[in-house]
């Protein structure tokens, strides 16, 4: 008997400590439960997010690669396409999933650059090409070349001096156009040019128009190529009714005839 009271508090103890171990133990089960959930949540994210990252490469390459080819650019660029087996094989964890993000993330950051650098090339092939002076400057035709470029006798004073562009008799009123696009420059009455028109074509290109009637543009507006910006006259220091055309680069005049159609 007294070794059944004495037996009875052991038991006892024993009962409750099983009874902690046991809700611990369901404790720990519930965390674990939730915190295997969180982490399908969170690999399933992961995993989205990695098929839209894979998803949006290949639009980039896909339009990247059209471009190249568009402008014949393969010599220039080169695209890498993503790895289309990323996302065919299991991810065993976090690091795994990871590991796969960071690889992808870093083509998206190339695939960027190399976009970056595409669009760039583009813009500067779409503006040398809308820059480039090529064109006659008085488009419509019926005019003559009076004088050219070099050595001539001045028709004022008999003497020789340098002609330091091209000259075309034509029409009083006739248009002129811009042979290039760029921003206008100087628009003004010179002493000796008269009427005046100036455009700026970027990297040291202008190209100037003299003793013209009527000034069509202001400073500081942009024209296209073949736009009127003047009409023929004989203004300034002229014999008859002319334009004098120059084509300058880094403010030293060049033979406009260069720069004319054939």
Do not use: C
Request: charged fraction near 20%; proline fraction near 4%.
């Amino acid at each position: 008997m007294v070794l059944a009271l004495l037996q009875l508090p052991l038991a006892l103890y024993l009962y409750s400590q099983w009874q902690n171990t046991q809700q611990h133990n369901q404790q720990l089960a519930r965390q674990l439960e939730q915190q295997q959930r969180s982490q399908q949540l969170q690999l399933k994210r992961i995993g989205q997010r990695l098929g839209q990252l894979q998803a949006e490469l290949g639009q980039l390459t896909a339009v990247g690669q059209r471009l190249v080819n568009d402008y014949d650019l393969g010599d220039e660029i080169s695209l890498q396409r993503p790895d289309p087996n990323l996302l065919k094989r299991p991810f065993s964890g976090f690091a795994d999933l990871h590991q796969g993000l960071a690889r992808l993330s870093a083509q998206s950051r190339e695939q960027g650059m190399t976009l970056a650098a595409l669009e760039s090339l583009l813009l500067n092939l779409h503006i040398n090409e809308i820059t480039r002076i090529q064109g006659h400057p008085v488009p419509e035709g019926g005019v003559r070349l009076s004088s050219g470029f070099g050595q001539r006798r001045d028709p004022f004073t008999g003497r020789t001096r340098w002609h330091k562009g091209v000259d075309f008799s034509g029409k009083l009123g006739q248009p002129i156009a811009a042979t290039a696009a760029g921003v206008v420059s100087t628009v003004e009455h010179h002493p000796a040019f008269g009427g005046l028109v100036e455009i700026n074509h970027g990297q040291g290109w202008i190209t100037r128009y003299a003793h013209v009637d009527t000034k069509l543009v202001e400073v500081g507006e942009y024209v296209e190529k073949g736009q009127h910006i003047a009409l023929m006259g004989r203004t300034g220091r002229a014999t008859g009714v002319h334009l004098h055309y120059e084509v300058l680069k880094g403010n030293k005049q060049l033979d406009p005839a260069r720069f004319l159609p054939n």
